[in-house]
């Protein structure tokens, strides 16, 4: 069975602050591992990572895939307030349709 | 930018009714799926759909799921008779093609079973 752990669970900042974020995945003919930020409702997408050891960047937001550890981490540097939400990590195999198994995501707080 | 709509926002029902949830996927998208969230649990995958078929579905859709798309823009679930344990965040999502695990999640539908 498909396993995605992410850690920590959940995570107090100060703004300013910077965080990583750990997932570590177990997925059948891996594709892909892709993070998602959930705050109220929906999640929405932030990286998709194929390829060991190429780091994706966003703005303050960095990731990078190790694909011989089956391990990913997702960095914020010089967090805000509007960075507090749910980060879900996500694992994607090869087959027919696009199926995810996510974890049980890492809640970040940012406090003032 | 274009989204993936779902209706209603949120649903009450007792337990054994039957609830059907709405969803419009991305216009040019071709596989969509269905996933729920427990409230403080993390996001399962239901069923895939393309082709006007599943093309893959998880333990937890059992009988009394069932998906359809009646027209060129909809994508329904029906669960049949609701248990309280259906209590849920019902997610819809859509890629373009199979190739594509970006999914776009639409916000929600929460289901409450009494």
């Known amino acids: 069975e498909d396993k995605v752990v992410q850690s920590p669970l959940s995570l107090v900042v100060h703004e300013g602050d910077t965080v990583t974020l750990n997932c570590s995945y177990e997925v059948t003919n891996f594709r892909s591992l892709l993070w998602y930020k959930q705050e109220k409702k929906a999640p929405t997408f932030l990286f998709m990572l194929?390829?060991?050891?190429i780091e994706k960047k966003s703005g303050r937001l960095s990731s990078i895939l190790d694909k011989k550890e089956l391990f990913s981490i997702l960095n914020i540097t010089a967090t805000q307030t509007g960075d507090s939400a749910v980060y879900l990590c996500?694992?994607?195999?090869?087959?027919?349709?696009?199926?995810?198994?996510f974890g049980t995501g890492t809640r970040l707080q940012v406090t003032l | 930018e274009p989204e993936v709509t779902q209706t209603p926002s949120h649903q009450v029902t007792q337990m054994g009714q039957e609830v059907i949830l709405h969803c419009v996927p991305i216009?040019?998208?071709?596989?969509f799926y269905w996933y729920r969230q427990i409230l403080g649990q993390k996001v399962e995958f239901l069923v895939s759909f393309y082709n006007n078929e599943i093309s893959e579905k998880s333990e937890i859709f059992d009988d009394q799921f069932s998906v359809e798309r009646p027209d060129g823009s909809n994508f329904t679930l029906k669960i049949r008779s609701t248990k309280l344990e259906d209590s849920a965040m019902y997610f819809c999502a859509s890629t373009p093609n199979s190739g594509a695990n970006v999914l776009t999640f639409g916000a929600g539908s929460r289901l409450t079973v009494l």
């Open positions: 194929t390829s060991s050891g």
């Open positions: 996500a694992g994607g195999g090869a087959g027919t349709a696009s199926k995810l198994t």
């Open positions: 216009s040019n998208h071709l596989y």
